[in-house]
């Protein structure tokens, strides 16, 4: 057996021994080695002469059947070294835990077509699960777009806002991953059976929890910095004040990720984490995918021209154009010294002003003088 099968093992029977994002554990495998870690582990003896009771679960532990039952469930395990592993993840090294979770993945379990490695660009959508129909909007939107110009579109497969977004990417067949707080071989939640089956098939499902493992609290903690963390960028669109996105966009935050926040309306409850966050300057705000991807993406690429009102025939007047049409009456019509008085400008300067909008159709000439037409009112 090679020592990459062996430190393969290593790292499967490590995985399953605690749980995700166990930072001790994370600290002393990149210290001794996955290998080295785990024979001190399984050699460790109380003051008896006894198995701890570390070394006892790893001596019940089988790396090789584990591996297998795996390959029959569709999925592989990723480590530090594989073509396929996700370097970017490799930034979580040395930050200070959140919750008590931290540190890079032992590995990664992946189902699906699309390999880790492949998504460095990519972004992160997250938000409530009981979103309104404005921030679903939103989100499918954002996904979407996000999709079409390449980009893959990473969330956690919960409802809500991680649902439109896998969706909406889902719609214009671009690539998109989910992100699970339980083992990639369940479905969480029960009622995302189909979604999760149809990004397994096109995109990847990857779990840093072993095979089996059930959703749990700790685990979607830890979950969080995983998709901040595979990502160039995060956006929330809909939180309230405590929320699970936020935390992931922390992770994001110190991870020197691009954070962005959808803002909703003043009055909705699901938006005050994310306005708290705009407020204070922790989001960059964004209304849409194209403002997404001028942030996420490359130098000079994805630029958005900043939004204008449409030309009226009014914007392409000269100043005092514009002065003289102000001065024309709207029912009755007036000469020309009269609107040259009304101006403050000089009669032959009025004149040369009231040829020009009367091609441009703003005024009109008749037997009571000038007047404005219903051009003019546009």
């Known amino acids: 057996m090679s020592a990459d099968e062996r430190e393969r093992l290593a790292r499967v029977a490590l995985n399953r021994l605690t749980e995700p994002g166990d930072l001790r554990l994370a600290a002393l495998t990149d210290e001794l080695g996955a290998l080295t870690l785990h024979r001190l582990l399984a050699e460790e003896r109380d003051l008896m002469g006894l198995q701890t009771d570390v070394a006892a679960r790893l001596t019940g532990i089988e790396p090789e059947r584990e591996l297998e039952q795996a390959g029959r469930l569709g999925l592989r395990f990723v480590v530090p070294g594989d073509d396929e592993w996700p370097v970017q993840v ?138 901040a963390a595979l990502t160039r960028g995060t956006v929330v669109v809909e939180a309230a004040t405590r929320s699970g996105a936020l935390n992931t966009s922390t992770w994001a935050g110190r991870l020197n990720r691009v954070v962005m926040g959808v803002p909703g309306p003043v009055t909705s409850v699901s938006s005050t984490g994310v306005h708290e966050q705009l407020r204070t300057g922790a989001m960059s705000l964004v209304t849409s ?11 000079g690429t994805h630029l958005v021209e900043p939004a204008r009102a449409p030309e009226t025939v009014r914007d392409r007047l000269t100043a005092r154009q514009r002065q003289v049409l102000d001065a024309v009456p709207v029912a009755q019509g007036v000469g020309a010294d009269s609107l040259a008085r009304v101006a403050g400008l000089g009669l032959l300067e009025v004149r040369s002003a009231l040829a020009v909008l009367q091609r441009a159709g703003l005024v009109m000439s008749d037997e009571g003088g000038w007047r404005i037409t219903v051009l003019a009112h546009a």
């Open 289 to 299: 995918g194209s403002d997404v991807l001028e942030l996420i993406g490359e130098s």
């Open 90 to 227: 490799g930034d979580l090294a040395g930050l200070a835990p959140l919750h008590e979770r931290g540190g890079v993945p032992i590995g990664l379990w992946v189902k699906g077509p699309v390999r880790l490695s492949d998504i460095g660009r990519s972004l992160a959508v997250v938000g409530s699960r009981a979103s309104t129909s404005y921030g679903a909007h939103v989100a499918g939107e954002m996904g979407a777009v996000a999709a079409m110009a390449g980009t893959v579109v990473v969330s956690g497969a919960a409802f809500g806002i991680d649902d439109a977004a896998h969706r909406g990417a889902l719609s214009v067949d671009g690539p998109t991953v989910a992100v699970l707080a339980c083992g990639a071989d369940r479905v969480y939640p029960a009622a995302h059976r189909e979604l999760i089956a149809r990004i397994a098939s096109s995109g990847a499902v990857v779990s840093e929890a072993a095979p089996g493992c059930a959703p749990q609290r700790i685990r979607f903690l830890a979950r969080n910095r995983l998709i």
